[in-house]
């Protein structure tokens, strides 16, 4: 038995031997097979995908990486290939890739959106960016090779914050600049505080966030901007506008300024191109009032201030000064034994009060001491500016006449045939909106070679129609382009009618008023017609003018709703206040005009091709204008029917212009209306 127990215990020592050497051999083989590199189908299909990029074979690896995306659906820069061993994997990037060098970009942009989704890289976002530049063609191929990095398993790290996931679809910016100063100028005065609008719009699918504002150059001598707001988001075809404040010192000069503005995303969907504008300053140029008695009316009717007797004062309030007035306020403050009656008012609000602009006041007033030889009235003025506030004494006489009786018929008085109107002021409001429209206003009274004679009135005729324009018309001001003077160069015109003015039409929808007025000339040689630049010399007009026929058929080409044209001013090379081509007969000038065969066109001109335009100076405007701006303000509306056509307006203004000039000048000049529907409606009144 012992023995029998001995084989046993014998036996079994045996097993327990062979036992452990097999478990050794089963372990050892195990170790050695995990450190094989054992591939997985994906993990071979998306190595051998970035081997055909590599060689330029992208529709082959379109298909390899559609294999590897079967079994692992996720971009991520961590996933276990084998054993111990890691990568990164992006099928989708790299899919979206080939597509992109396929040229199918709708594929392109779905593979690389969805790559971002699940993992963002600056390569996705690369790639993403320059379809989004709407590229043509098929790119060239980059050189460089697919990276891929491998690495060891590292020691799990706590996990931080993730960064906002970027959007599934793309958004698209674009924006807008516009200025908008109160004295309704164009120029950012000195110590005046103007907004530099930025309207934003969305116009891709995807929403954009955190959008900032970025401008340069962000220091300009002379000039401070206000902070830059952030847009948290902006949602797909969301528009929004930021209002940028800007204040000229009283030291800034005159000068140009270029701005350019970019708007920063958080995911990296920029501004492309950036946005940029030209904000024209203005040195400081001080106003200069007059206070003047224009009108008395008194119970007696002898235009005589007497004691006891209550007298209806109108007093002009004039700035003939170069430089604008701002939010102008006056005061009536009365002297010794001088009272306002109750129902009198002795605070006004005039407003600004541009160069050369002027308003009234009436006030009732009266003294009671009869031994008194004059009436002693202050107009107090006040500025937006406290230096320019001023007082002006009014020393009234008693028992003299002060203004001038009406005209009666056995004493005519030296006037016009109809009352001069103040055109400038009371400029009614209609309700008409026309945010579409587009205009451009172009206003020379000076010239730099001093040959030329002045048009003393362009500028403000032009000025004063940007006011009728945004009142009358329903005008947006950022939709107006304006020029006076110097500004108003060869160059400026072509760079006006040649590009700006296109890009500035919203085709189909946008109306389109030109203004013009100064000084035409013509070329004695071929008989045509050029507007006068402020660079222009009129001898040599064919190259230093701007031909009118040129400009006709360039603005015929505009796809705008309707064309409105109004010129005042003469070809014949005669003006108001002397020739402007010295040594030769006036000319007779006939232009052929593509507008007209338009329907949706019509041409004011101020004068025949052989007339002279006539100025009119009691009203300070030209006399066409001044008759048109009349017209506007509704006294063409012959019908009372709250709208004024072309053929209303075409009477209104034929009606009086060439009375006046013949009252005024002792010469023709008939306006010359040219359309080929003259039903068409000019102003809506109401």
Partial sequence: MWYLDFLILKGWGKAMYFTKILLLIILLSLIW????????????????????????????????????????????????????????????????????????????????????????????REYLDKINKSYKGTPTPPRERPVITRYEEKPKTRKTARSPKPPVHSPQLSAELFFMDPSNNGFLDAEEECKLVVDIHNTGKGEASGLKIQLSPRRVSGVKFGSFPVIDRLRPSEKKSVVIPMTASATVTSQEIKLRLQIKERNGYDLNPPASITIRTKKLTPPKFKVSVVGLQEPSGNYQIEPNEIAELTVRIQNTGKGDAWNVKAQVQTGNQVFLTPDSKNNFVLGNLPSNDFKDIKFSAFISNKQAKKMPITIKLEEARPRFNKNFPLELPLYTEIVAPPETPEHPASKPVQPVVNVDINIPKFKSKNPDAVAVLIGISRYKNRDIPRVDFAENDARVMKKYLIRVLGY??????????????????????????????????????????????????????????????????????????EFYERVAKLPARNITVVIDACFSGSSAAGMILKGISPVFIKVQNPIVALNNGVVFTSATGDQVSSWYPQAKHSLFTYYFMRGLRGEADQNKDGSITVEEMETYINTYVPDQARYLNNREQTPQVMAKNKKKILVRIK
């Fill in 33 to 124: 097979g995990v450190n094989q590199p054992v591939e997985a189908k994906w993990y071979k299909s998306y190595q051998q995908a970035l081997q055909a990029m590599k060689k330029g074979q992208y529709e082959q690896a379109v298909k390899l990486f559609q294999e590897a995306l079967k079994e692992k659906k996720r971009d991520t820069d961590k996933i276990r290939a084998y054993g111990t061993t890691f990568i990164e994997y992006f099928p989708h990037r790299e899919l979206g890739i080939c597509y992109f060098y396929l040229g199918d970009m709708e594929r392109a942009k779905r593979e690389l959106v969805l790559s971002l989704q699940q993992k963002a890289t600056q390569r996705a």
């Fill in 476 to 549: 947006d001001p950022r939709r107006i382009i304006e020029v006076y003077d110097d500004e108003a160069s060869l160059s400026t015109f072509k760079r006006i009618f040649e590009e700006q003015l296109f890009n500035w039409v919203r085709s189909g929808r946008s109306d389109v008023f030109i203004y013009y007025s100064g000084h035409g000339a013509p070329d004695p040689e071929s008989q045509e017609a050029y507007f006068v630049p402020y660079d222009c010399n009129p001898t040599y007009a064919k190259s230093t003018g701007y031909k009118v026929k």
